[in-house]
């Protein structure tokens, strides 16, 4: 009954060679062999490599963090480090951790650039979760408190025509009516 459910659950071309293994056991044995990541070493340096030259660009902070969280959770699948006592594991953890948070901060756009100094420079280092949680509250406040690009767009270009206009009035004082600025 668990054979024909897990059989019938996969791809209709890809789920005859599971047919006649005896077990759920051994069908679920034989696709983790097929498919899992562990010791396809060149994928696991695609996705790292990936990982590591990944910024922002165009994505807002919550698409960006999310898609670095799936590609580092691809490269654990490709992960085969066993830790002989519990030490090992959590150093190892804090380790990945570190470097996820370089990675993280790395590829954040350059508007980020005081918070992300701000986070490389906390003590204790802060994990992962904290420094997506400090350059978070800081797009926000920002969002807030700083007015919207566009209304700093239009005063930049209205300065910038008021400057002409002075620089023109300078060159050919009565030849212009100051009255429209």
């Known amino acids: 009954m668990v054979i024909y459910w897990l059989v019938q659950s996969i791809e209709p071309s890809l789920s005859k060679q599971y047919i006649a293994l005896n077990t759920a056991k051994d069908v679920l044995d034989n696709i983790a062999e097929q498919y899992s990541g562990e010791n396809n070493y060149a994928r696991g340096y695609d996705i790292r490599k990936e990982c590591s030259g990944f910024s922002q660009g165009g994505l807002s902070l919550v698409e960006y963090y999310s898609k670095l969280t799936y590609m580092w959770q691809q490269l654990d699948s490709h992960c085969s480090f066993t830790p002989t006592n519990p030490t ?33 420079c906390k003590d204790p280092f802060p994990t ?54």
């Open 88 to 120: 090992d594991a959590v150093a190892f953890q804090r380790y990945m951790d570190k470097l996820r948070v370089w990675d993280f901060v790395a590829g954040l756009n350059p508007e980020y650039d005081q918070v992300r100094v701000l986070a490389l």
């Open 128 to 181: 992962l979760q904290k420094a997506y949680n400090l350059i978070q509250h800081e797009e926000c406040r920002r969002s807030i408190m700083l007015p919207s690009v566009k209304s700093y767009e239009r005063l930049v270009a209205k300065l910038e025509s008021i400057n002409l206009y002075i620089s023109l009035y300078v060159i050919c004082p009565g030849s212009m009516n100051l009255s429209i600025l």
